[in-house]
């Protein structure tokens, strides 16, 4: 049996969240930061490490981070404030050349499950150069692997944008249909009402 490409986990938690009245990541969910449930639940898919970008309030989203997961790598934007593409950008970039893929999880996404990402996976592993995508509310987007063919599409995101549209134009993509994806963190009253 074939070794598995090596799939790295890269988590997004730079932004100020504003809606939300305070930085998202360090949010608490069944009793740990929104970063640290995230970091966990990228971790058990994911053989090639686990990478976070953190920005605003970076030293204690890191803080928060490296408690949950010792070995992840913190990745500092600096540059947080202009979105979400700088991020996805400054984490492909990390990685080491033998990564083949990378799982992309935003860290107000905490309901969806390792179960969910093990899915995500498995379509992925079927055929590794193409895209494996969650299927949610009409579309495909994040938690999504990303293979490295990709990433020059992606590196020339800019602005507040995330892969949704390179994910959108990748005809052979694959799309797992994942309906926590859909409850993302933009408000208190949002992090209220998950289970």
């Known amino acids: 049996m074939a070794t598995a490409p090596p799939l790295a986990g890269l ?3 730079a932004g100020a969240g504003r809606r939300f009245g305070g930085p998202k990541p ?14 966990r639940s990228v971790a058990g898919c994911c053989d090639a490490g686990v990478a976070v970008v953190v920005g605003a309030a ?9 408690g949950a997961l010792p070995a992840a790598r913190v990745l500092t934007n600096p540059d947080w404030a202009t979105g979400l593409a700088g991020s996805l950008r400054m984490g492909l970039a990390a990685q080491p050349a033998a990564v ?3 799982l992309v999880l935003l860290a107000d996404q905490p309901a969806v499950t390792p179960a969910d990402l093990a899915a995500l996976r498995a379509a992925w592993l079927v ?10 509310a009409g ?20 602005g507040d ?17 994942l309906p926590n994806a859909a ?13």
């Open 11 to 13: 988590v997004l938690a």
């Open 26 to 39: 360090l949010a608490r969910y069944r009793g740990e930061p929104l970063v640290a449930h995230a970091l």
């Open 58 to 66: 970076g030293v204690d989203v890191a803080a928060a981070a490296r």
């Open 100 to 102: 083949a893929a990378v």
């Open 127 to 136: 055929d590794p150069a193409r895209i494996a995508a969650a299927g949610f």
């Open 139 to 158: 579309t495909a987007g994040v938690p999504a692997i990303l293979p490295r063919g990709t990433w020059p599409a992606l590196a020339a995101l800019t």
């Open 161 to 177: 944008q995330g892969a949704r549209a390179v994910i959108a134009a990748a005809a052979d993509r694959v799309v797992v249909p």
């Open 183 to 195: 409850r993302d963190v933009d408000t208190p009253d949002d992090l209220a009402g998950l289970p």
